[in-house]
């Protein structure tokens, strides 16, 4: 063949080929293995997958079982309270009434008047705290609760153990069994759901339809709708979103000089921003919170001082020599969603009984503790002193830490057009066949 013809056969093949190729973005190449953005490189021409985008649907029928309970509101004495009351999406699945937040930061229960006594954690990115359990180089670790007390033991699943709890809390859904619970949930609008996950209404099991709820509920928040992995922090890991400078100087500090990644654990490539562990920060009491003025559930009044860990470890029977080194102690929150809010300046607020208002104010206290006036710790025990309380930030690095943490709400779009670039691929699958012609509609 003449070089010409050749060249017009392969002219001819590639126009027929042309259509056979797609433009199929492909899944992430691995973030970077490390994690520490100041050495990272950039990989060039990075590839990415649409499928991380969260979708909304998508949700198998368990999950979408546990997101008709987490919001229902029928399941409550009164009715009106689901688990969203006090877990808002809008708030990163923590507290979401912005009155509350700016005073004692505690949530009433179903029944008015009745105030819990800590401050709402987030419901999403709790999912792979581990059963309850001691280690040696850590201590305590996992369950749910600041204080641990849901351990997970029973179910061998401390979130689907924890779902339970609230539905029958006199201070929150205050329902009066189990057997309530799974009656509302057969008579509610979501009963063929129900019954397709748990089993039949007509004469089910109440204790596993009961358990069968708490896991619906824990599979709803692991699901890719409540923990997303979707902020601006998770892209950049992926090359397709870029820390500004603050950003990046304080994703440094918050590793190095300021220490938080030491608690607030930034390993692997879905960092949780919490390893589970417990510690005292000496946070103050909050003075505000109602629960001091509740006798019926507080005889302690104002004397109340909330020993966390410590005080759950005595209660489940240990020796003072285990529970004594454990007062005070609450468990690492997570800080993904940390600064999410429906608006700029909607009042959040931090730490076990919320006494923080702002994140400028937390980090200031992690700061300063030691060497500025703060009022006197909820318990003066057990205090970490070697990692926090003195750090030595400037206003400017407090400033970027915060800038850091705001990284951390899921939501982020990414910006496709700058982040990174389509890779054209070969696809190897034939094109359909045309589907045959439909008969013209004549003349019936
Ligand atoms: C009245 C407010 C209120 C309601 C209603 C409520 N919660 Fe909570 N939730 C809290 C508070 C307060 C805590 C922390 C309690 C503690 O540590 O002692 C908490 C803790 C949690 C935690 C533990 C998170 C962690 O990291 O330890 C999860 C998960 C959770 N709730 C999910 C739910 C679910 C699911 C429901 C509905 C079945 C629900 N909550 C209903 C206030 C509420
Ligand atoms: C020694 C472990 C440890 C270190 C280091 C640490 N934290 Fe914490 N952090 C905790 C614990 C424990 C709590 C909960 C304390 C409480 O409620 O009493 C907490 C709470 C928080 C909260 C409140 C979150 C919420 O949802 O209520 C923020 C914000 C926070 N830390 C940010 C930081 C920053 C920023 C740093 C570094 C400057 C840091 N932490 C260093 C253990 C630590």
Redesign the pocket.
Known sequence: MKMHNKLRLLGIMLIFLLPMWLVVPVANAQPPANDDFDNATPITGALYSFALIPTSGGLTPQEELGKNLFFDTNLSEPTGQSCAVCHGPEVGY?GPDEALNAGGAVYEGAVPGRFGNR?P??AAYAGDSPIFHLTKKSGWVGGMF?DGRATGERLGDPLAEQALGPFLNPLEQNLPSPAEVVDKVCGSSYKALFEEVCGQCDGIDVNQAYDCIGFAIAAYERSSEVTQFTSKYDYSLKEMATLTQEERKGFSL?KGK???A???VINGPKPLFTDFT????G?PKNPLNPFYNEPEWNPLGSAWVDY?LGEFLQSAGYDVNVYEKELG?????T?RN?DLRPYEGFVK?????GY?KS?EE??HF??TRDVEDWPDPEVPMNI?TA??GN?GLTADEEAA?VAF?KTLSDGYIPDFESSGQMVIQLHPKKRKPLPEPKPFPCCM
């Open positions: 923590t401050k954690p987030a600041w918050f300021g220490k938080c030491k608690c607030h417990y510690d005292n920060i946070m966390g102690k609450f468990k690492v929150p800080l940390v607020a931090f730490g076990h009984n923080f994140l937390i980090v992690y700061n970490n990692e926090l750090l830490i943490m």
